[in-house]
């Protein structure tokens, strides 16, 4: 049982790069989240999904888009990257609703870089 | 606008002391207040969580107290270890939402 998977580890872009994080989990959770870690800033939430084929926004989700096709994956694409999107990604999932007593688990995180 | 404001943003503890962070919160519609720790290149693990219908949880050396009518709730850790030397941070929710809105981290340094 690997849990939560993310790849790349890690990533350097250039201004106007595009690409997608890969992540992938195997407890056959439904819901799955994306977020950004910045420093001093916490976790901020990009995108969420209660399933497949369902997704929405977080609180900040200019410049990404994801798609959920399957239970397992979680795709989050950066189409034009700038340098405000260099941070820490983190995909997560959990059973049912973050509001309930339900874990989210979180992946190890890509570290993205644009410039 | 930050739904959780957490502090100190760090925090150095000698070991055996006690660890304190502190977050406060302002919608009352929250009803669910986990808090994670998150050890260097690794992501977020769930620590220990609490509804607002108790006013303590103590799990091990990890204890949360809440306090309802101050909109604040706060993680003790007894007996602090270098093991234990870690970013927290707490989190809220609440009914029907399908998110968590995270604080802005606490680094704890442990000093053997």
């Known amino acids: 049982n690997a849990g939560v998977t993310q790849t790349p580890k890690f990533r350097i872009l250039k201004i106007g790069q595009s690409m997608t994080l890969q992540c992938t989990q195997d407890?056959?959770?439904?819901?799955m989240y994306w977020y950004r870690q910045d420093p001093g800033m916490g976790l901020k939430l990009i995108y969420y999904?209660?399933?497949?084929?369902?997704?929405d926004k977080g609180e900040v989700p200019n410049g990404y888009n994801v798609s959920r096709s399957t239970t397992e994956d979680f795709p989050l694409r950066l189409e034009l990257a700038a340098p405000s999107q260099t941070s820490v990604y983190f995909c997560?999932?959990?059973?049912?609703?973050?509001?309930?007593?339900?874990?989210?688990?979180f992946g190890p995180g890509t570290r993205l870089t644009v410039t | 606008q930050q739904q959780v404001k957490q502090s100190p943003q760090s925090l150095i503890v000698q070991k055996g002391g006690i660890s304190i962070i502190n977050c406060a919160y302002e919608?009352?519609?929250?009803?669910?207040f986990p808090w994670y720790q998150q050890f260097p290149g690794k992501g977020p693990a769930l620590l220990i969580a609490?509804?607002?219908?108790?006013s303590e949880k103590k799990e091990g050396r990890f204890t949360i107290s809440f306090n309802k009518s101050a909109k604040q709730f706060s993680l003790h850790i007894m007996d602090s270890q270098p093991g234990d030397s870690a970013t927290y941070f707490c989190?809220?929710?609440?009914?029907?939402?399908?998110?968590?809105?995270f604080g802005t981290g606490t680094r704890l340094t442990v000093i053997p």
């Open positions: 997560a999932s959990s059973l049912l609703p973050a509001s309930g007593l339900y874990e989210q688990y």
């Open positions: 407890m056959n959770h439904n819901y």
């Open positions: 999904s209660v399933g497949a084929g369902i997704t």
């Open positions: 919608n009352t519609a929250f009803d669910y």
């Open positions: 609490i509804r607002p219908d108790v």
């Open positions: 989190a809220a929710s609440r009914p029907g939402a399908n998110n968590l809105f």
